[in-house]
C-alpha cells in the first residue's frame, strides 16, 4: 500500500546534492537527488550522464547550490542545467580523496610499517594452552621466501604477482624507448590510467604492496597461529578453538586456508611442512591510513603507540600527518579561508607522493583545451553558513581509442587466464 502512494511533489530546491550509486557494480549505475537543507531524496535518474542531469535542472529552476563529487560527468551537467549555480564540494568527499592520497603516500613508505619488535597483543602463549606433543622446529622446511600476500590459499605464486610484474617490465622498457604514456597503452593494450600507474611507481615493490597487503579480518590472530604452528600444533581445529577463546569469530575454514600454504604439497613425497613466519607481519596500508586519519583521541592506546613508532621511522609519514590533521581541523572548524592558502603551500613544500594539488598538473595528465576548465568548487559548511572557497579539479575524462596492432619487436602482455 506504501509503495501505491504517488510520490511527493518536488517543492522549491536551492541546494541540490547529487551522487551516483550503483545498481550493480561495474555493469549498471544510478543518480540520487537529495534536498540538502532537509535530507530528503527528492528524485533518483536512470544513468549518470550529463545530458540526463542537465535535463533535470533546467526542468527544476531556481537550484542556486549544487553539492557533488568530482566527477566529471555531474560537472558538466551543471553546467549545462543550471550555468549560474555554485558549484560545492562536501566535507564527505574531500576527506575521501584526502584518503586516498593518504594511502598513497603510506604505501610508497611502506618500508617503514615494518616493526622489528612485537607488539603488546603478540604474547607468548600459557605452557597450558599447549596439551598437544610439539615437535622440533628441525622438522619443519624453511619457511616460504615470498610474504603471505604473494601467495594463495594454496602457497603458489598469484596470478596477480606475476601479471603486475610482466606489465611492470614492459611498462619501463617501452619508457626506456622514449614512448608516451598513449603510446604505451596503444602498445599493450593498456588503459592510459593504469600505464600511468606503473610508470610513476619507482619499484615493483611499490606496484604490488597494496594488492598483496589486503586486510584480512584474521590478521591480529596470524602471529598466534604461526607460533602454534612452529610448536608443532597442526590441527586446524585445534588451533581455530584456541583462538576463538580468543575473541575469533570467524569460522574454521578460515583457518584451514590459511595454515593451507605451510602444508607439504600432496603432490611431492619429499616435501615437509613448512615453517611459519616468526616475526609480526606490519600493519596493512589501510590500517595505517585509518590510524592517520582518525582523531588522535579517538585512537586506542595500542594504536596510537603503533602509529607514533611508524611516524618515528618515517618524517615523510609524520609530515603527512600532520597535514592531514591541520586540514581537519580547517573543516571543523570552518577556517578554510584563512588557512587554506597556508596549508596548501606548506604541502607543496613536502617532497611527498601525492596527486596534484590544485594548480597543478601532473607531468602524466594532458592539458586542458582552452575554454573547458571547470568551475571552481567550494566545501559547504551546512545550511545557513558561508560558502568557503575552496578549490578544486574534476577529473578530465578522455574519449576511448582503437586498439591498434601492437608493432613488431613490442614487448606482449599475455591474456589473462
Not at 613508505?109 to 604474547?123: T, V
Request: proline share 10%.
Amino acid at each position: 500500500m506504501i509503495r501505491a502512494l504517488p510520490d511527493p511533489e518536488v517543492g522549491p530546491v536551492t541546494v541540490l546534492g547529487v551522487d551516483d550509486f550503483a545498481k550493480r557494480k561495474g555493469t549498471s549505475y544510478a543518480t540520487v537527488l537529495l534536498d540538502m537543507d532537509t535530507h530528503q531524496v527528492i528524485d533518483v535518474l536512470d544513468g549518470r550522464e550529463a545530458d540526463t542531469f542537465a535535463d533535470w535542472l533546467r526542468a527544476h529552476p531556481g537550484i542556486e547550490v549544487i553539492c557533488r563529487d568530482r566527477g566529471g560527468s555531474y560537472a558538466l551537467g551543471a553546467r549545462q542545467g543550471a550555468p549560474d549555480a555554485q558549484q560545492v564540494a562536501d566535507k564527505f568527499h574531500l576527506l575521501q580523496d584526502l584518503g586516498k592520497a593518504v594511502e598513497r603516500t603510506v604505501i610508497a613508505h611502506h618500508a617503514a610499517l615494518h616493526d622489528p619488535d612485537p607488539g603488546p597483543e603478540y604474547r607468548e602463549p600459557a605452557p597450558t594452552a599447549a596439551p598437544h606433543p610439539t615437535k622440533p622446529g628441525a622438522d619443519l622446511a624453511p619457511p616460504p621466501a615470498d610474504p603471505d600476500g604473494y601467495r594463495d590459499g594454496a602457497g603458489q605464486s598469484r596470478r596477480l604477482v606475476a601479471r603486475h610484474t610482466e606489465r611492470y617490465d614492459a611498462v619501463h622498457a617501452l619508457l626506456a624507448r622514449g614512448l608516451s604514456l598513449s603510446a604505451i597503452g596503444r602498445e599493450l593494450g593498456l588503459n592510459r590510467q593504469t600505464v600511468a600507474r606503473f610508470a610513476r611507481a619507482g619499484s615493483l615493490e611499490q606496484v604490488l604492496f597494496k594488492a598483496t597487503h589486503r586486510a584480512s579480518i584474521l590478521d591480529d590472530f596470524k602471529p598466534y597461529l604461526n607460533q602454534r604452528w612452529n610448536q608443532g600444533v597442526t590441527n586446524a581445529a585445534v588451533l581455530h578453538a584456541e583462538i576463538k577463546s580468543r575473541g575469533w569469530q570467524g569460522s574454521a575454514e578460515a583457518v584451514r586456508a590459511y595454515l593451507r600454504q605451510y602444508r607439504p604439497d600432496p603432490t611431492d613425497d619429499q616435501s615437509r611442512p613448512r615453517q611459519a613466519p616468526t616475526t609480526p607481519a606490519p600493519p596493512k596500508p589501510r590500517r595505517v591510513v585509518r590510524w592517520i586519519m582518525t582523531h588522535p583521541d579517538h585512537l586506542r592506546e595500542t594504536e596510537a603507540e603503533h602509529l607514533a613508532k611508524i611516524l618515528g621511522r618515517s618524517p615523510e609519514l609524520a609530515a603527512t600527518t600532520g597535514h592531514v590533521r591541520a586540514f581537519a581541523t580547517m573543516l571543523t572548524e570552518r577556517t578554510g579561508r584563512q588557512h587554506l592558502d597556508g596549508w596548501l603551500t606548506a604541502v607543496r613544500a613536502d617532497p611527498l607522493p601525492r596527486p596534484p594539488l590544485p594548480g597543478q598538473r601532473h607531468r602524466t595528465r594532458p592539458r586542458r583545451r582552452p575554454g573547458r576548465a571547470h568551475p571552481p568548487l567550494f566545501i559547504r559548511r551546512c545550511r545557513g553558513h558561508h560558502m568557503q572557497d575552496q578549490i578544486l579539479e574534476t577529473a578530465h575524462v578522455r574519449p576511448g581509442q582503437p586498439r591498434p596492432t601492437p608493432e613488431d619487436g613490442a614487448p606482449q602482455l599475455s591474456h589473462r587466464p
